[in-house]
């Protein structure tokens, strides 16, 4: 066999294994309580609470409340499982595997990135249906859902490298900084509101950029270059891929 279908052999394998870890979670995880209340209701609750003031209607409100809704679901999944599976011994039986570490990153964060746009499609189901929602164009919309919610799912599996059995630890930890980007990412303040001299917090928050997309999908405006949206997507994610595949190495050498 050639170098090069080795290559692609293993890349097949890797693909392989990250998939049936992502399949497991679904099967597993996406309908307990606690995640269905931190990934779907939490959300919903927070967002009608910030809103009741808001005199523009429902259906300007929903690309909002996609974006939220991301962000929560996206990161709720590997808080939830993998501690839960070091307390059960499941998870050093995956890092036993002969399997590449970045195939186990990989696959939990394929699972909170599905069960992500599951949800977000339900809310934008209701948005289309019952608020008479409408795209200006699609493409951008579908580039922010897709890259805020692996975006977010690779956040939940770098904040599950934290090593310990209780989810609660690392959900507490997460909330930190979850419930900040709401607020400094246009959803409820304008960007064009935020002091000059806080700026700058606007750019650390990827959801900044996964928002400014979805609202362009529904309103044909946003505050940024969409190329520089989906550029930042990226290299969030590329960071916080990096950034857990060093963890899992460090703390489960």
């Not at 097949?12 to 597993?28: G, T």
């Not at 808001?54 to 501690?83: C, D, K, Q, R, Y």
């Not at 246009?186 to 064009?192: A, D, E, Q, T, Y």
């Amino acid at each position: 066999m050639t170098d090069g279908g080795f290559r692609d052999q293993q890349l097949y394998s890797e693909l392989n294994a990250a998939w049936a870890i992502a399949k497991k979670d679904m099967r597993i995880y996406y309908l307990r309580p606690n995640i269905i209340v931190s990934g779907m209701l939490f959300p919903l609750f927070m967002f009608l609470a910030f809103s009741v003031s808001n005199t523009s209607g429902p259906a300007a409100m929903i690309p909002g409340l996609i974006a939220i809704t991301v962000l929560f679901s996206a990161s709720s999944i590997e808080p939830v499982s993998i501690p839960i599976e070091r307390r059960v011994k499941t998870f050093d039986r995956l890092l036993a595997a002969p399997i590449s570490l970045n195939a186990v990153v990989l696959g939990e964060s394929m699972s909170g990135f599905l069960y992500s746009v599951g949800i977000a499609l339900v809310v934008l189901f209701a948005g289309l249906v019952f608020f008479g929602m409408s795209f200006v164009t699609i493409a951008p919309f579908i580039f922010g859902l897709l890259l805020t919610s692996f975006c977010f799912a690779t956040m939940g599996t770098l904040f599950a490298a934290y090593p310990t059995e209780s989810p609660g630890d690392i959900m507490s930890m997460l909330n930190v900084v979850r419930f900040p980007l709401v607020f400094i990412s246009g959803i409820f303040i304008p960007l064009s509101s935020i002091p000059p001299n806080a700026q700058f917090v606007v750019y650390l928050s990827p959801l900044t950029y996964g928002y400014d997309l979805i609202q362009l999908g529904f309103e044909g405006t946003s505050h940024f270059n969409p190329i520089l949206d989906v550029v930042m997507l990226v290299v969030f994610i590329l960071i916080f891929q990096l950034t857990a595949d060093r963890l899992y190495k460090r703390f489960n050498a």
